[in-house]
């Protein structure tokens, strides 16, 4: 009797071990889900329109997986890095389109942003364009984008533009005289110039530009074409980097090795053309000389 009394505590003890056993493994495989199947934030952006300059809820280096990068990676050649704004595909969903209409384009078009607002927005639609330095060098980013004039709900003054800055809504398009003549819009040529930049290594890691601020760094910053025509191409300057309306050289100190240049929505309608990023060391730029290169790739 009192060795059955042994052998059935003894069941029981194994019977308690193997419970505790399988309490353990349904644990780990709860943390290991999390690790491994976060849900990646939405890039497209919410209704944070308006906040502030270099805001957005995409940080660099969560991309979506599907960025269709890869298939392209762009070379310095000469000192210049070029690439078509369009050579990149468009991920599915993302909030860009192929255009070709506006003339003087080079390559095949440009891409227009469609998400955000004419005024602005957080970073979204992330296009990533690879590329390679061979030289140790400082290289400046240059653009080529256009502004869009709007017509704008609000008040005119008396040469049609808004008074003060009008809303961010977008009352269509002015007519071939530039002109707004519905009743209540105004005429805008300050918004469609501006998009989100900035560079990663391959690793993902964000590589600071030179001098950046150090509580900027980690974020996508933008980066504006300014001048005083709408609906003409031209090229961002040195200084065209904005950080709450402070201005940056957009300059960044690269080893020999692979980066990505990573383009992603500001402005609703913004148009890019053509990027180069070139050896300022040891290279000046010039518009028509960036427009008569050839793509590096
Ligand atoms: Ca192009």
Redesign the pocket.
């Known amino acids: 009797m009192l060795s059955f009394v042994r052998w059935f505590a003894l069941l029981m003890l194994v019977a308690l071990l193997a419970a505790c056993s399988t309490d353990g493994e349904i644990g780990t495989d709860s943390a290991g889900t999390d690790d491994g199947a976060g849900e990646t934030p939405s890039s497209s952006g919410g209704d944070t329109a308006d906040s502030g300059d270099s805001g957005g809820d995409t940080s660099p280096g969560d991309g979506d997986g599907d960025d269709g990068s890869g298939a392209t990676t762009f070379v310095e050649r000469d000192g210049f890095v070029v690439m078509?704004?369009?050579t990149i595909a468009i991920p599915d969903g993302h909030e860009w389109e192929l255009g070709a209409d506006l003339a003087g384009?080079?390559?095949?078009?440009?891409y227009a942003f469609l998400g955000n607002r004419i005024c602005n927005g957080p970073a979204g639609s992330p296009l990533r364009y690879d590329f390679t330095v061979e030289t140790d060098a400082r290289f400046e980013l240059r653009m080529r984008m256009t502004k869009i004039l709007h017509c704008a709900f609000g008040d005119a003054r008396e040469d049609g533009h808004c008074v003060s800055k009008g809303s961010c809504d977008r009352a269509g398009a002015p007519n071939e005289a530039d002109q707004c003549l519905d009743e209540g819009t105004c005429l805008r040529d300050d918004l469609s110039n501006d998009v989100f930049v900035h560079i990663e290594d391959t690793d993902g890691n964000y590589v600071a530009w030179k001098d950046q601020p150090d509580d900027t760094i980690g974020d996508p910053i933008k980066l504006f074409v300014g001048g005083a025509e709408t609906d003409a191409w031209r090229w961002t300057n040195t200084r065209n980097l904005d950080v709450s309306h402070a201005k940056w050289d957009a300059h960044w100190d690269l080893a020999p090795g692979a980066y990505t240049l990573v383009l992603q929505g500001r402005s609703q309608l913004t148009r890019v053309?053509?990027i180069v990023l070139f050896d300022q060391d040891n290279h000046s730029f010039s518009g028509d000389d960036a427009i008569e290169r050839a793509e590096t790739r």
């Not at 384009?105 to 440009?110: A, V």
């Open positions: 078509e704004a369009e384009h080079t390559g095949s078009g440009y053309d053509r």
